[in-house]
């Protein structure tokens, strides 16, 4: 019988050598392709309910993408021009740009950047099917990059959104939609790189963002794209790029779920954006201050000025001290300071923590509400 068997398989032995490689490269390649997840189900699910957003612009204006080569100091907005140009350059009195959006709602509200629809002339909504639609502004937020617009359509399909992003890690798997280049429906993945990222570079958007930082490829036409996780929720939407050429070189930066939330509420309802307010300017520490004002370390932000009958003055709230937490989320700098507060609802009672004099000293304060124009 064991001569039999060896006969059968019996062949030249650089042929049988090949043959054996074959089999382990089919065996080991069908192995590791059945331990990579497949992400085809979320895919499915979500890519209905992401939108082209496409922009007629009405007025001469220079568009500042980075030429190729250009120093990466900058953060870009991520809007897609019709010629795919990414250099500076004056254009025509009309010509057309491009983001992405996620829909809301079935009758027609959809998210996107403010940056999508700056100097719009007219707005067109483009589904995942094909269908266009005109669409008027609802509402639009410079400092959070965040607009609505409405199209006159029912039975769309709206995304299901995160509560809130205290489940998102850095290293967690991401998957990201949009347009990219004008092509409508791609998806592409990564992970979480950073959580609460301060991009000091942008004067008024970067106070009020706390960014997820991504490593998805994401480039022009992506801004407004729906950053989703692995349970198919979405927990952000794509704004800027950190690059040296305007495309994908693997930073780039989405809103959080809970600036989504907050100011997405406020435009479908008013057209515009109120923030909490408490009444102190802040600044960072400077490491000198830390022996001067008893601190363990330089994190905190130190409050320079307060306004009287203010919510931090009736709190107890003093100049010179270093607020180190709001409703137990840890504040590190004047950054996380002014987000963290931007998100505080009227009438709630905040708690905060201090240092004064080396001492931990804890308060309630009821923020009101300011619009910033």
């Known amino acids: 019988m064991d001569t039999q068997i060896t006969s059968r398989i019996f062949c030249p032995l650089k042929f049988c050598q090949k043959s054996a490689g074959f089999i382990i490269f089919a065996l080991l390649a069908h192995q590791v392709s059945a331990q990579l997840p497949d992400y085809s189900s979320i895919v499915e699910r979500i890519t209905p309910s992401v939108v082209t957003i496409a922009v007629i612009k009405q007025e001469l204006s220079t568009v500042k993408q980075p030429a190729p080569g250009e120093s990466d100091n900058h953060f870009y907005p991520t809007f897609q021009l019709e010629n795919n140009s990414i250099s500076p350059v004056l254009l025509p009195a009309s010509y057309l740009s491009s983001g992405s959006g996620i829909v809301l709602s079935q009758n027609g509200l959809i998210l996107t950047n403010a940056h999508v629809l700056e100097e719009a002339g007219k707005v ?3 589904t995942s099917d094909g269908n266009e639609f005109e669409a008027k502004i609802v509402g639009l937020d410079e400092f959070s990059d965040l607009a609505i617009v409405k199209v006159d359509a029912e039975n769309l399909f709206p995304a299901k959104f995160a509560a809130n992003s205290r489940q998102v890690k850095a290293g ?3 998957l990201g939609f949009g347009s990219p280049f004008a092509l409508r429906n791609s998806v592409t993945i990564g992970i979480v790189s950073h959580v609460e990222r301060s991009l ?11 960014y997820i930082q991504t490593d998805l490829n994401v480039n022009p036409g992506n801004s407004g794209g729906p950053i989703v996780n692995t349970f198919g929720e979405v927990i952000g939407i794509n704004s800027r790029i950190m690059s040296t050429t305007g495309g994908s070189i693997g930073l780039s930066f989405g809103i959080p779920i809970e600036v989504i939330n907050h100011v997405s509420k406020q435009l479908i ?4 954006v109120t923030r909490g307010w408490v009444g102190v300017s802040v600044d960072n520490i400077d490491p000198y201050q830390i022996q001067e004002l008893l601190l363990p370390s330089p994190y905190g932000a130190l409050i320079s000025s307060i306004t009287d009958e203010s919510p931090a003055q009736l709190a107890g709230l003093r100049i010179n001290d270093v607020v180190v ?3 137990n989320h840890p504040i590190s700098n004047r950054a996380e300071f002014i987000y963290h507060v931007g998100l505080l609802e009227e009438g709630s009672s905040v708690h905060v923590s201090v240092i004064r004099n080396g001492r931990y000293f804890a308060t309630t304060l009821s923020p009101e509400q300011i619009r910033i124009q």
Do not use: K
Request: charge should be negative; proline fraction near 4%; avoid cysteine.
């Open 124 to 126: 067109f909504v483009i």
């Open 172 to 174: 967690q798997t991401v």
């Open 200 to 210: 000091p570079g942008l004067v008024s958007q970067g106070e009020y963002v706390s």
């Open 269 to 272: 309802l008013n057209g515009y």
């Open 325 to 327: 937490t709001i409703d």
